[in-house]
């Protein structure tokens, strides 16, 4: 598991920082493709951008806070529930 090669605070930094990436990114693309659509010229690379990072969002999230979680069960169930939702 990655969490034994890792540091908790390490993973949950890298997280963090990708989930800001591709937020921002999603929402830059969002706009883009809305605003050539209502200008009359659509910007078909960023509603692929926006496809993009919708899968993106999955490994990003993935890195901190699934991996963590998944660990701790193995050890106490209870502070899974408390991380997660």
């Not at 050539?36 to 993106?56: L, Q, S, Y």
């Not at 969002?57 to 997660?84: E, M």
């Amino acid at each position: 598991m990655l969490v034994t090669k890792f540091r908790r605070r390490a993973m949950y930094l890298t997280c963090t920082l990708s989930l800001l990436c591709v937020y921002i990114s999603w929402t830059i693309a969002s706009e883009r493709a809305v605003h050539g659509k209502n200008t009359g010229h659509p910007n078909e690379a960023a509603g692929i951008a926006v496809i993009f990072f919708i899968f993106a969002y999955a490994p990003a999230y993935n890195i901190g806070c699934k991996l963590f979680c998944s660990a701790l069960i193995f050890t106490s169930t209870d502070a899974c529930s408390q991380i997660t939702p």
